[in-house]
């Protein structure tokens, strides 16, 4: 399974950005995808998911209300839109799969990552 973020930039505060995560090799619509991102010196810490189904969403709370997770199993990605975006939002933003996974919040729980995507937010 093989997993690529996309999408990633510089936008200014406030704005906005929708990521891709496009998942091929084996059926995605069996996997949940998680979100999560890694600032400048800081561990990676979890951002949103989805379930296989898309049921279930988890999003962390500083995200709540401005960003939204989706899925097209149809085209194999997953897309958090991230609206009203800010400074502290800048990070690299990795996806990562669990087949036939719920919501994790956890790294370790996830099978497969992609390589991550750059966004800056400016002030």
């Known amino acids: 399974v093989q997993l690529q973020a996309s999408g990633g930039g510089l936008v200014q505060a406030g704005g906005s950005l929708r990521l891709s995560c496009k998942v091929s090799g084996r059926t995605f619509s069996r996997y949940a995808v998680g979100w999560f991102r890694q600032a400048p010196g800081k561990e990676r810490e979890f951002v949103a998911a989805?379930?296989?189904?898309?049921?279930?969403?988890d999003y962390e709370d500083s995200v709540k209300g401005r960003f939204t997770i989706s899925r097209d199993n149809a085209k194999n990605t997953a897309y958090p839109q991230m609206n009203t975006l800010k400074p502290e939002d800048t990070a690299v933003y990795y996806c990562?799969?669990?087949?036939?996974?719920?919501?994790?919040?956890?790294?370790?729980?996830?099978?497969?990552w992609g390589q991550g995507t750059k966004v800056t937010v400016s002030s």
């Open positions: 990562a799969g669990k087949y036939y996974g719920l919501v994790y919040r956890a790294l370790d729980e996830y099978d497969y």
């Open positions: 989805i379930t296989w189904s898309g049921g279930t969403i």
